[in-house]
């Protein structure tokens, strides 16, 4: 009990000391001292203010899929945390090592995905090979304010014990989205708070899986495994066991064989961890273990027709007309 109040404890004064620094970056940028980019193309940050564990992918999912069917060129972007190998460069299906970008690209083939510390750079390189990209999703941009973008989505949860920067950063938002929504009473209370720095959506996760699962282990490697546990639960699905890895975990052969000697005959698990767990395939397969990959989508509670009308303000006049 001791260790983990002083755990609590050092993570408090870890997060105030960055919550300082962020204040203060904040400060010379709000005032003109830090300059920002602007490039002539419409961009849309999906980006939170807390630690993780939000639904950025597959909020940036929802929005791409939608653009795409109606005839748009889309390039996400995103910084490459844990990405492996040199970058920017643009990410593939095969590049495990990019779990959600990978992740996005096995989703929408037609969607571009680029990654690199400097967005700004990013997007001129991705640009300058897909000359007809019309509209960029900013994946986890809100604190990357060195690039000037059209619209910050920024999304909440209904409890966020760590912050990256203060609430009040949220009056730079143009839209706010509750995400993962348990609570419905806790979700409009909230709203009700946060509805003075920009506009309140509600949204939670819709996961499904196919009939005949009716008991399984669950793996995943995600900021927020009770959430996915939860959501399982919710459809009727008996968990018999947990197993919980960190964020972007990239599973050796060593973890692999581990969890083919510890796990059921059926194994669900994320579409992020799905990525990097496929290359062991026929492990699961030879050792009679079906893996089976749960399905995820977004759905809103309220202010689906705000969410939408705020898109097609900054895509509008792209050469493809409005959404």
């Given at each position: 009990?001791?260790?983990?109040?002083?755990?609590?404890?050092?993570c408090?004064?870890?997060?105030?000391?960055?919550?300082?620094?962020?204040?203060?970056?904040?400060?010379?940028?709000?005032?003109?001292?830090?300059?920002?980019?602007?490039?002539?193309?419409?961009?849309?940050?999906?980006?939170?203010?807390?630690?993780?564990?939000?639904?950025?992918?597959?909020?940036?999912?929802?929005?791409?899929?939608?653009?795409?069917?109606?005839?748009?060129?889309?390039?996400?972007?995103?910084?490459?945390?844990?990405?492996?190998?040199?970058?920017?460069?643009?990410?593939?299906?095969?590049?495990?090592?990019?779990d959600?970008?990978?992740?996005?690209?096995?989703?929408?083939?037609?969607?571009?995905?680029?990654?690199?510390?400097?967005?700004?750079?990013?997007?001129?390189?991705?640009r300058?090979?897909?000359?007809?990209?019309?509209?960029?999703?900013?994946d986890?941009?809100?604190?990357?304010?060195?690039?000037?973008?059209?619209?910050?989505?920024?999304?909440?949860?209904?409890?966020?014990?760590?912050?990256?920067?203060?609430?009040?950063?949220?009056?730079?938002?143009?839209?706010?989205v509750?995400?993962?929504?348990?609570?419905?009473?806790?979700?409009?209370?909230?709203?009700?708070?946060?509805?003075?720095?920009?506009?309140?959506?509600?949204?939670?996760?819709?996961?499904?899986?196919?009939?005949w699962?009716?008991?399984?282990?669950?793996?995943?490697g995600?900021?927020?495994?009770n959430?996915?546990?939860?959501?399982?639960?919710?459809?009727?699905?008996?968990?018999?066991?947990?197993?919980?890895?960190?964020?972007?975990?990239?599973?050796?052969?060593?973890?692999?064989?581990?969890?083919?000697?510890?796990?059921?005959?059926?194994?669900?698990?994320?579409?992020?961890?799905?990525?990097?767990?496929?290359?062991?395939?026929?492990?699961?397969?030879?050792?009679?273990?079906?893996?089976?990959v749960?399905?995820?989508?977004?759905?809103?509670?309220?202010?689906e027709?705000?969410?939408?009308?705020?898109?097609?303000?900054?895509?509008?006049?792209?050469?493809?007309?409005?959404?």
């Amino acid at each position: 009990m001791g260790e983990r109040i002083n755990r609590d404890k050092i993570c408090r004064l870890i997060n105030r000391s960055y919550l300082l620094l962020s204040g203060i970056r904040n400060f010379f940028y709000d005032w003109g001292v830090f300059r920002t980019v602007q490039l002539d193309i419409p961009i849309i940050s999906v980006g939170n203010i807390s630690w993780g564990g939000t639904g950025k992918t597959e909020l940036i999912k929802t929005i791409a899929r939608k653009l795409l069917a109606r005839g748009k060129n889309v390039l996400v972007v995103a910084r490459g945390y844990k990405c492996n190998r040199p970058v920017p460069r643009e990410i593939f299906v095969s590049d495990w090592d990019c779990d959600e970008m990978s992740m996005l690209k096995k989703s929408l083939p037609g969607l571009k995905t680029f990654i690199g510390p400097k967005r700004e750079d990013v997007i001129c390189l991705a640009r300058n090979k897909y000359p007809t990209i019309d509209v960029v999703l900013l994946d986890d941009g809100f604190q990357y304010r060195r690039l000037r973008r059209d619209l910050d989505i920024v999304l909440v949860r209904e409890k966020q014990k760590y912050l990256r920067e203060g609430e009040r950063s949220l009056k730079r938002a143009g839209l706010i989205v509750i995400s993962k929504i348990s609570d419905l009473e806790t979700a409009k209370r909230l709203s009700h708070r946060l509805s003075g720095y920009a506009p309140v959506v509600g949204t939670m996760y819709k996961v499904s899986l196919p009939e005949w699962v009716k008991e399984a282990d669950l793996v995943c490697g995600v900021a927020d495994p009770n959430s996915v546990f939860n959501s399982v639960q919710r459809i009727g699905v008996d968990i018999r066991r947990v197993f919980p890895f960190p964020d972007h975990y990239r599973y050796s052969s060593w973890s692999v064989r581990s969890l083919i000697r510890k796990t059921g005959d059926v194994i669900v698990c994320t579409p992020k961890d799905w990525v990097k767990l496929a290359r062991f395939k026929s492990w699961f397969e030879e050792n009679g273990k079906r893996v089976v990959v749960l399905s995820v989508e977004v759905e809103f509670l309220w202010g689906e027709e705000i969410f939408w009308n705020k898109i097609n303000e900054v895509i509008k006049w792209t050469p493809y007309g409005e959404i």
